[in-house]
């Protein structure tokens, strides 16, 4: 038997050579769970064994993201959220929702290779995203936990606010991965941060 | 540019949203039961309001619902939104 094809994040070597962790840091985080979820949000009892099961409430509130252990349930819609958690837990946790859905109209779908999270930091972040976003992501009405699906540079986006460095997450189809990186490090160059250049697309972590 | 204000998300400019036409267009119960002149003027026909329109937007880049805003046409002004729910 032949052995299992590796897995490829779509930039995996953007971490390479970073500047002083300080001044800014612009890095994948592959592979992790994204779990899509859809459900009538009028549905009390879903609703509660969804928490239950997560440990935490599902975000009624837009823009808004709830967390419990290894977790983050990320509002997207008044009927839909988006699951992110750890690595390789896609298949465990699609089949726990789909065990505490039982009787209830719901949609849960592992999305997790479809897309990925880049993660930037630095004092300088809001101005790098500010460059290519028109949403204001200043904490003091886009705090740690708020989320916002928008453009960023053209491109379709998740950004979720992580802490006050300030930290972002900004979630990007796979396909468009190479092309928001390439665009954050052309953004952050104007700030004098320099990061790599020569990410390597399709190289293998795993 | 249009500030448009999704009922979900909030205001957002107006490359996130995708135009749907006029509001307030029901669908015939039994489309078999009309006439093609009938039927046309349901799929094509549109009043192109000077003023005040209620319209459809779709948030495209973001929540992805479909919702009415009230504008004016002449003006751009943006006179309220709201979700197909608030407006039964
Ligand atoms: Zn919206």
């Known amino acids: ?206 | 540019m249009l500030l448009i204000p999704c009922p979900w998300c909030g205001p957002r400019e107006d490359d996130e949203f995708t135009f749907g036409g006029e509001a307030d267009i029901p669908r015939p119960a039994d489309p078999a039961a009309l006439t093609d002149e009938q039927w046309a003027d349901y799929l094509f026909m549109r009043d192109n309001r000077r003023g005040h329109h209620r319209e459809q937007w779709y948030h495209t880049a973001g929540c992805r619902r479909w919702f009415i805003v009230e504008r004016d046409t002449v003006t751009n002004e943006i006179l309220g939104a709201s979700t197909y729910g608030d407006s039964q």
């Open chain 1, 1 to 206: 038997m032949s052995s299992p094809t590796p897995r490829r994040s779509p930039f995996g070597a953007i971490e390479s050579a970073q500047p002083p962790p300080h001044e800014g840091q612009l890095f994948e985080r592959p592979f992790l769970t994204h779990v899509n979820l859809r459900l009538d949000s009028a549905d009390s009892e879903a609703l509660a064994a969804i928490q239950q099961m997560l440990g935490v409430q599902l975000p009624l509130t837009p823009n808004t993201t709830a967390a419990s252990q290894g977790l983050l349930a990320i509002w997207l819609g008044p009927d839909e959220w988006l699951l992110l958690a750890a690595q390789d837990y896609s298949e465990a946790l699609a089949s726990d929702l789909q065990a505490a859905l039982t009787g209830h109209v719901a949609s849960i779908v592992d999305i997790s290779s479809g897309q990925t999270v880049i993660r930037l930091s630095g004092p300088s972040a809001l101005d790098v995203l500010a460059r290519g976003c028109a949403l204001d992501l200043h904490p003091s009405v886009f705090p740690p936990g708020a989320c916002a699906q928008t453009m960023l540079a053209r491109a379709q986006t998740l950004l979720i606010a992580v802490d006050l460095t300030p930290t972002f997450d900004i979630i990007v189809r796979r396909s468009f991965a190479p092309y928001v990186a390439a665009w954050l490090k052309d953004s952050a160059r104007q700030f004098g941060l320099h990061f790599p250049t020569t990410a390597t697309p399709g190289t293998t972590l795993a």
